[in-house]
Protein backbone atom coordinates (compact mmCIF):
# COMPACT_ATOMS: atom_id res chain seq x y z
CA UNK A 1 0.00 0.00 0.00
CA UNK A 2 1.30 3.43 -0.87
CA UNK A 3 1.97 5.63 1.66
CA UNK A 4 2.81 9.60 1.47
CA UNK A 5 3.28 10.59 4.76
CA UNK A 6 3.77 15.07 5.09
CA UNK A 7 5.34 17.12 8.23
CA UNK A 8 6.24 20.25 8.80
CA UNK A 9 3.54 23.00 8.33
CA UNK A 10 3.38 25.69 10.94
CA UNK A 11 2.47 29.30 11.69
CA UNK A 12 5.12 31.73 10.65
CA UNK A 13 5.26 35.46 10.15
CA UNK A 14 6.36 37.46 7.00
CA UNK A 15 9.41 37.29 5.88
CA UNK A 16 9.66 34.20 7.96
CA UNK A 17 11.17 30.73 6.51
CA UNK A 18 9.75 27.32 6.82
CA UNK A 19 10.42 23.41 5.61
CA UNK A 20 7.72 20.93 4.34
CA UNK A 21 8.87 17.51 4.32
CA UNK A 22 7.08 14.43 2.54
CA UNK A 23 8.28 10.91 2.97
CA UNK A 24 6.71 7.72 0.45
CA UNK A 25 6.66 3.96 0.37
CA UNK A 26 4.71 1.25 -1.08
CA UNK A 27 6.62 2.42 -4.19
CA UNK A 28 9.45 3.26 -5.89
CA UNK A 29 9.46 7.08 -5.52
CA UNK A 30 12.55 7.52 -6.93
CA UNK A 31 11.59 6.39 -10.39
CA UNK A 32 9.20 9.15 -10.49
CA UNK A 33 9.47 12.62 -10.05
CA UNK A 34 7.53 14.46 -7.64
CA UNK A 35 6.14 17.81 -6.68
CA UNK A 36 4.79 20.07 -4.03
CA UNK A 37 0.93 21.61 -5.25
CA UNK A 38 -0.78 23.99 -2.98
CA UNK A 39 -4.74 25.18 -2.58
CA UNK A 40 -4.84 28.90 -0.79
CA UNK A 41 -8.26 29.16 1.17
CA UNK A 42 -11.02 29.44 -1.08
CA UNK A 43 -9.39 29.13 -3.75
CA UNK A 44 -7.83 26.54 -6.41
CA UNK A 45 -5.12 23.99 -6.77
CA UNK A 46 -1.72 25.70 -7.80
CA UNK A 47 1.39 23.72 -8.65
CA UNK A 48 4.37 25.10 -6.79
CA UNK A 49 7.14 23.02 -7.57
CA UNK A 50 8.62 19.80 -9.12
CA UNK A 51 11.92 18.14 -9.08
CA UNK A 52 12.76 15.43 -11.30
CA UNK A 53 13.38 11.89 -10.57
CA UNK A 54 17.22 12.10 -9.98
CA UNK A 55 16.51 15.55 -8.42
CA UNK A 56 19.27 17.00 -10.69
CA UNK A 57 16.39 19.19 -12.46
CA UNK A 58 14.13 21.29 -10.78
CA UNK A 59 11.14 24.10 -11.80
CA UNK A 60 9.12 26.52 -9.92
CA UNK A 61 6.06 28.31 -10.48
CA UNK A 62 6.36 32.22 -10.69
CA UNK A 63 4.83 32.84 -7.40
CA UNK A 64 7.34 31.06 -6.03
CA UNK A 65 10.90 31.88 -7.78
CA UNK A 66 13.65 32.36 -6.20
CA UNK A 67 12.22 32.34 -2.69
CA UNK A 68 11.00 28.40 -2.56
CA UNK A 69 13.74 25.64 -3.03
CA UNK A 70 12.55 22.14 -3.69
CA UNK A 71 15.18 18.87 -3.17
CA UNK A 72 14.54 15.20 -2.82
CA UNK A 73 16.75 12.21 -1.09
CA UNK A 74 15.93 8.87 -2.79
CA UNK A 75 17.99 7.22 -0.12
CA UNK A 76 14.88 7.82 2.07
CA UNK A 77 12.13 8.41 -0.10
CA UNK A 78 12.04 12.04 0.99
CA UNK A 79 11.61 15.55 -1.16
CA UNK A 80 11.33 18.55 0.89
CA UNK A 81 10.54 22.00 0.09
CA UNK A 82 12.41 25.03 1.66
CA UNK A 83 10.36 27.72 1.94
CA UNK A 84 12.21 31.55 2.46
CA UNK A 85 10.81 34.87 2.49
CA UNK A 86 7.20 33.82 2.68
CA UNK A 87 4.60 36.19 2.30
CA UNK A 88 0.44 35.94 3.18
CA UNK A 89 -0.35 34.85 -0.16
CA UNK A 90 1.66 32.00 0.65
CA UNK A 91 -0.86 30.44 3.11
CA UNK A 92 -2.47 27.32 1.56
CA UNK A 93 -2.91 23.58 2.22
CA UNK A 94 0.87 22.00 0.59
CA UNK A 95 0.64 18.84 -0.84
CA UNK A 96 2.83 16.48 -1.67
CA UNK A 97 2.77 14.65 -5.12
CA UNK A 98 4.52 11.32 -6.25
CA UNK A 99 3.58 11.49 -9.85
CA UNK A 100 0.34 12.13 -10.19
CA UNK A 101 -1.52 9.78 -8.42
CA UNK A 102 -0.08 9.82 -4.96
CA UNK A 103 -0.47 12.61 -3.22
CA UNK A 104 -0.10 13.40 0.61
CA UNK A 105 -2.57 14.63 3.25
CA UNK A 106 -1.63 17.90 3.34
CA UNK A 107 -0.13 20.26 5.63
CA UNK A 108 -1.03 23.98 6.49
CA UNK A 109 1.10 26.83 5.99
CA UNK A 110 -0.20 29.86 7.48
CA UNK A 111 1.79 33.19 7.13
CA UNK A 112 0.90 35.81 9.25
CA UNK A 113 1.54 38.45 11.49
CA UNK B 1 3.36 28.96 -20.58
CA UNK B 2 0.45 26.87 -21.60
CA UNK B 3 -2.77 28.46 -19.47
CA UNK B 4 -5.59 26.29 -18.80
CA UNK B 5 -9.46 27.44 -18.89
CA UNK B 6 -12.35 25.38 -17.65
CA UNK B 7 -15.93 25.63 -18.73
CA UNK B 8 -18.36 25.78 -16.46
CA UNK B 9 -17.07 27.44 -13.45
CA UNK B 10 -20.34 26.10 -11.50
CA UNK B 11 -22.81 23.87 -12.46
CA UNK B 12 -25.80 22.74 -10.78
CA UNK B 13 -27.23 19.36 -11.34
CA UNK B 14 -29.32 16.90 -9.76
CA UNK B 15 -28.15 13.02 -8.97
CA UNK B 16 -28.89 10.58 -12.31
CA UNK B 17 -28.28 13.78 -14.38
CA UNK B 18 -25.47 13.49 -17.33
CA UNK B 19 -23.02 16.07 -16.85
CA UNK B 20 -19.90 17.39 -19.09
CA UNK B 21 -17.39 19.74 -17.70
CA UNK B 22 -14.75 21.08 -20.69
CA UNK B 23 -11.11 22.11 -20.41
CA UNK B 24 -9.04 24.09 -22.54
CA UNK B 25 -5.50 24.47 -23.13
CA UNK B 26 -4.39 27.73 -25.37
CA UNK B 27 -2.02 25.15 -27.08
CA UNK B 28 -1.68 21.95 -27.47
CA UNK B 29 -0.92 19.64 -24.92
CA UNK B 30 -1.43 16.03 -26.82
CA UNK B 31 -3.19 13.61 -24.30
CA UNK B 32 -0.82 15.06 -21.39
CA UNK B 33 -4.11 15.77 -19.57
CA UNK B 34 -5.47 14.84 -15.85
CA UNK B 35 -8.66 15.21 -14.10
CA UNK B 36 -8.93 15.01 -10.34
CA UNK B 37 -11.98 15.10 -7.87
CA UNK B 38 -11.72 17.45 -4.64
CA UNK B 39 -13.24 17.70 -1.56
CA UNK B 40 -13.16 19.89 1.18
CA UNK B 41 -10.62 18.64 3.64
CA UNK B 42 -9.76 15.81 1.19
CA UNK B 43 -6.31 15.38 -0.86
CA UNK B 44 -7.33 15.68 -4.64
CA UNK B 45 -7.97 12.43 -6.02
CA UNK B 46 -7.09 11.65 -9.68
CA UNK B 47 -10.00 10.44 -11.93
CA UNK B 48 -8.45 10.29 -15.38
CA UNK B 49 -4.80 10.70 -16.81
CA UNK B 50 -3.84 10.56 -20.04
CA UNK B 51 -7.14 12.31 -21.30
CA UNK B 52 -9.14 9.12 -21.12
CA UNK B 53 -7.33 6.50 -19.10
CA UNK B 54 -9.32 6.03 -15.74
CA UNK B 55 -7.85 5.97 -12.44
CA UNK B 56 -7.63 2.06 -11.24
CA UNK B 57 -10.50 2.29 -8.26
CA UNK B 58 -12.28 5.37 -9.95
CA UNK B 59 -16.03 4.27 -10.89
CA UNK B 60 -16.95 3.79 -14.58
CA UNK B 61 -19.65 6.73 -14.69
CA UNK B 62 -16.50 8.60 -15.01
CA UNK B 63 -15.15 9.12 -18.86
CA UNK B 64 -12.47 11.61 -20.10
CA UNK B 65 -12.31 12.19 -23.70
CA UNK B 66 -10.10 15.09 -26.14
CA UNK B 67 -6.94 15.90 -27.55
CA UNK B 68 -4.63 18.33 -28.56
CA UNK B 69 -6.78 22.05 -26.92
CA UNK B 70 -9.96 20.35 -26.09
CA UNK B 71 -10.76 18.37 -23.49
CA UNK B 72 -13.97 16.77 -22.07
CA UNK B 73 -14.78 14.93 -18.62
CA UNK B 74 -17.88 13.34 -18.30
CA UNK B 75 -20.13 11.92 -15.39
CA UNK B 76 -22.69 9.31 -17.01
CA UNK B 77 -24.90 9.44 -13.98
CA UNK B 78 -24.01 11.47 -11.33
CA UNK B 79 -24.27 10.35 -7.73
CA UNK B 80 -24.73 11.92 -4.15
CA UNK B 81 -20.66 11.46 -3.62
CA UNK B 82 -19.89 13.03 -6.98
CA UNK B 83 -21.23 16.61 -5.66
CA UNK B 84 -17.59 18.21 -5.42
CA UNK B 85 -15.22 20.48 -7.49
CA UNK B 86 -13.35 19.21 -10.76
CA UNK B 87 -9.96 20.08 -11.99
CA UNK B 88 -8.18 19.16 -15.25
CA UNK B 89 -4.41 19.31 -15.12
CA UNK B 90 -1.55 19.59 -17.67
CA UNK B 91 0.99 17.71 -16.65
CA UNK B 92 3.17 16.64 -19.67
CA UNK B 93 6.58 17.19 -18.09
CA UNK B 94 7.44 18.19 -14.39
CA UNK B 95 7.86 21.83 -15.34
CA UNK B 96 4.16 21.94 -17.06
CA UNK B 97 1.96 21.05 -13.69
CA UNK B 98 -0.80 23.31 -14.75
CA UNK B 99 -4.06 23.44 -13.45
CA UNK B 100 -7.15 24.47 -14.82
CA UNK B 101 -9.33 27.09 -12.13
CA UNK B 102 -11.94 24.31 -11.50
CA UNK B 103 -15.73 23.69 -12.18
CA UNK B 104 -17.95 23.30 -9.15
CA UNK B 105 -20.54 20.59 -9.03
CA UNK B 106 -23.69 21.53 -6.99
CA UNK B 107 -26.94 20.43 -5.77
CA UNK B 108 -30.07 21.69 -8.64
Known amino acids: EVQVSQSGGDLVQPGGSLRLSCVMS????????MSWVRQAPGKGLEWVAS????????FYADSVKGRFTISRDNSKNSMYVQMNRLRVEDTAVYYC??????WGQGTLVTVSS | DIQMTQSPSTLAASVGDRITITCRASQSIGNWLAWYQLKPGKAPKLLIYKASSLQSGVPSRFSGSGSGTEFTLTISSLQPDDFATYYCQLYDTYSQFTFGPGTKVDLK
Open chain 1, 26 to 33: GFMPRRYA
Open chain 1, 51 to 58: ISDDGDSA
Open chain 1, 97 to 102: VGRIDY
